[in-house]
């Protein structure tokens, strides 16, 4: 009795917090894509319906401003771009980063149609069980272009399951990451600015403590939400 009424105060905390920050968004913004402007080039991400925790939650960080002047501070070439640590604002060069946060999570939120292919925007975690997002860390995709026979092994060893037909064309096409599929949550998508990645991918990174920031600060210097129109 005592877990059960422990669970029910806890998921009221977590609704709670939830309803509190939908307060701040309103229905116009949701039909908004989000720029990045960065110092390496703008990038356009446009959120998914589908993910409305996730959604909600991006929208409402970016209309406080949170992500002006963060860093991308983790950058793998061919995985991904990682950014929206608040402790990387005022870093010193040669901080390691990756552990700042608002103190609350994102339940997850998987969809079988939003899956790793290249340009989609997705929630960092730590390693807990219920596979809760991170409330501010995000990544953005690049991955590579696979075969069959490298989807096949990602679907041996590493998901334990079967890559939808119509993902492995992707995959095989315009590539990503599958072997985070239905781990991570993604919700949403770049559509304008994937050379941006690109660019952002290649840039030399550190080796020592602070492994895999960049050597030179790559900022988001501000994100604003801009009205949605096609590309």
Do not use: W
Not at 25 to 33: G, L, S, Y
Not at 63 to 87: C, E, T, W
Not at 174 to 197: A, C, R, S
């Amino acid at each position: 009795m005592k877990k059960i009424f422990a669970f029910l105060v806890f998921s009221s905390l977590v609704i709670t917090a939830f309803s509190q920050r939908d307060t701040l968004i309103r229905k116009k913004d949701r039909k908004k894509d989000v720029l990045l402007q960065t110092s390496m080039g703008n990038i356009v991400i446009r959120l998914s319906d589908s993910t409305p925790l996730h959604r909600d939650n991006f929208l409402k960080l970016v209309k406080q401003k949170f992500y002006d002047s963060v860093l991308f501070h983790r950058v793998i070439q061919n995985f991904m771009i990682q950014a929206g640590d608040p402790d990387s604002k005022k870093a010193i060069p040669g901080q390691p980063l990756g552990s700042g946060g608002p103190g609350y999570r994102v339940p997850a939120e998987f969809r079988p149609g939003l899956f790793h292919k290249k340009g989609v925007i997705a929630a960092a975690r730590d390693n807990n069980p219920e596979k809760a997002s991170s409330g501010c860390q995000f990544y953005l995709t690049q991955g590579k272009v696979f075969t069959d026979a490298g989807l096949d092994s990602v679907e041996t060893f590493r998901l334990k399951r079967k890559i939808p037909a119509s993902q492995r064309e992707v995959y095989k096409t315009l590539g990503g990451v599958p072997h985070l599929d239905q781990n991570y949550t993604v919700f949403g998508e770049v559509v304008k600015g994937l050379d941006v990645i690109d660019r952002i991918s290649a840039v030399p990174t550190s080796k020592s403590v602070d492994r895999d920031r960049p050597m030179e600060n790559v900022v988001i210097v501000k994100a604003t939400l801009i009205r949605r129109k096609s590309y």
